[in-house]
């Protein structure tokens, strides 16, 4: 059974967001997982010519790969985190739309060798509608990569998440969770070719890892 995603009640809380995690003197970076500097980077695009990212929020990644000669596009959710990492990283030529991903992917006549997603819109979107969408804007040989963190033992499927605090107007997304093995059905069933989705380890013993999800046309 689908959850009712209410997008503008959603694109509030992204707007709150937003407010509190652009940081404007933050310099383009590019890590899939929650600990800088941490992990694999960029080269798990396998160097595309263009790229875009779904959830950018900061931009940060997609103004690291524009200094690598990537022709980049992100959509994001949030009017004003779209308006503040869009002014941020314009010079450097990055082109970032406001939208949900999924109207905004039925309307993009695009391919991109990449699409990818850190912690971004793959998390808060529903697998079986948006993975067939990203599917049919992969040009020939290219990949799809997300990384989000792993799914908590027994909580699978989509979960309800509070804005933070637990006081206050109930604002609230969804967010979906899946074992690797389950990512990587729902994958194939879209259409894609491989699929390998593996938890990469926190640099400390016994802390939050991140999944990684890849996948080939
Ligand atoms: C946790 S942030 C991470 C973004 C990015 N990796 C960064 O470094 O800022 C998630 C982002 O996904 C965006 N998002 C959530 N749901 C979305 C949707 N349905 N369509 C497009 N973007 C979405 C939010 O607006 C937010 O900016």
């Not at 890590?31 to 940060?60: D, F, V």
């Not at 994001?76 to 030529?93: E, F, K, N, T």
């Not at 991109?112 to 997603?117: C, F, K, N, Q």
């Not at 994958?187 to 890892?209: Q, S």
């Amino acid at each position: 059974m689908p959850v009712p995603h209410d997008i503008p009640a959603e694109t509030k809380l992204w707007d709150a967001f937003a407010e509190s995690a652009f940081e404007p003197d933050a310099e383009p970076s590019f890590c899939w997982t929650q600990y800088a500097g941490h992990g694999p980077g960029a080269e798990l695009l396998g160097g595309p010519e263009s790229a875009l990212e779904i959830g950018c929020g900061t931009g940060r990644a997609l103004a690291y790969l524009a200094q690598q000669g990537v022709k980049v596009s992100g959509v994001d959710l949030s009017p004003r985190m779209v308006q503040l990492a869009g002014d941020r990283w314009a010079p450097l030529g990055v082109r970032i739309e406001q939208g949900g991903v999924l109207d905004w992917l039925v309307a993009d006549e695009s391919l991109y060798d990449a699409v990818y997603s850190i912690f971004g819109a793959a998390w808060f979107t529903d697998p079986a509608r948006l993975f067939p969408l990203v599917r049919e804007h992969l040009a020939p040989g290219g990949v799809f990569v997300f990384s989000q963190p792993p799914a908590i033992p027994g909580a699978y499927g989509p979960q309800g998440m509070y804005k933070g605090g637990f006081a206050g107007k109930a604002m609230f997304t969804y967010r979906y969770s899946y074992r690797p093995a389950v990512w990587e059905r729902l994958l194939t069933r879209a259409g894609f070719g491989t699929a390998k989705a593996e938890v990469f380890d926190a640099p400390k013993a016994g802390h939050i890892g991140t999944l990684i999800v890849t996948a080939r046309v």
